[in-house]
């Protein structure tokens, strides 16, 4: 992989050949990250400080795009070596706080032009989204969350950044062409099954208790859950973001119960977002899986990839 790194002023530095890096990919949250270590002089040490975005590219194809968080140059006997960490777009959003704000409607584009755009970040593919109203931004909130909030919770879209760092609005794929089979060369394989932390029910009211909502996971309750979460909300929260906000716990608390993990030694098998088809060689595997994380590496024991997968 070649590493590109853009300075504050725009200007580009092309890292050295790099002998290790590791990229980590996922929906949105947890955040996108990278780690690469290249051989270098040090000659040029002032830079460091100059760094503000990397770019990683594979066989002539944008990877990653993200934000520079650590640099670091280290001499030893084995010579000096330039380490770069960092994460994902979405750490912009992530890092910055909110102003607190009451939309009395707020559309997508009131959105993105308040917490999205003035951080540099574009948007790729978007969605259809209603306008909602009202919607309130509470303070301490960072931009992310407000984000993911109207997102998830008004338009069932789960946003996330892809390749070339823009924010992606849209449905998640409903395809995908990989396939793991019995030629497929798979080091580990982890299939896990979680019922802490998935709720049954939640129970919704706001604080003066006259409007309460109820909304519960048929599927995890029949199969003898029970976990109860009361959310309490604001009384200018209206009916429909009540029921809304009680899904959405829902979906989130559900996202972790059933887990794929496979080990691979091919590189960016398959990205966030895709479904995969893994065959019926391994029992309680089989069947179309969704990708909801992927990590990337290269080091001196070769290539490795590894898939965490979940129900589409």
Known sequence: MTGFLTCWDGSEYQLPQLYEWRLCYGLGSPCDSFEVCALWDGVRADLLA????????????TVFTGVVDECESCRDGNGTRLMIRGRGMAALLLDNEAVGADYQVATLDDI????????????????????????????????????????????????????????????????????????????????REQRYGRYSQIF????????????????????????????TMPNKTGYEAM??????????????????????????????????????QWPGCGGRWSVREMECSWNEEGASSTLVLGTP
């Open 50 to 61: 100059q760094f503000t975005r990397f770019r990683g590219v594979w066989k002539d194809q």
């Open 112 to 191: 993105l032009r308040d917490h999205v755009t003035p951080y540099g970040i574009t948007v790729g593919e978007r969605g259809t989204f209603p306008a909602v109203s009202p919607f309130s931004v509470d303070t301490g909130s960072s931009e992310w969350q407000v984000v993911e909030r109207f997102a998830r919770c008004y338009g069932g879209i789960s946003p996330r950044f892809d390749r070339m760092g823009r924010l992606i609005l849209s449905p998640l794929p409903q395809s995908g062409g990989y396939t793991l089979g019995a030629d497929t060369a798979v080091t580990s394989l982890t299939l």
């Open 204 to 231: 919704v009211r706001d604080t003066a208790g006259k409007t309460t909502q109820t909304v519960q996971d048929a599927d995890f309750t029949a199969r003898g859950g029970q976990s109860r979460k009361v959310l």
């Open 243 to 280: 029921r809304y906000s009680a899904r959405y716990q829902l979906e989130r608390s559900a996202e972790e119960a059933r887990r794929l993990e496979v080990s691979l030694t091919e590189l960016f098998p398959a990205w966030p977002g895709e479904l995969v088809t893994v065959s019926d």
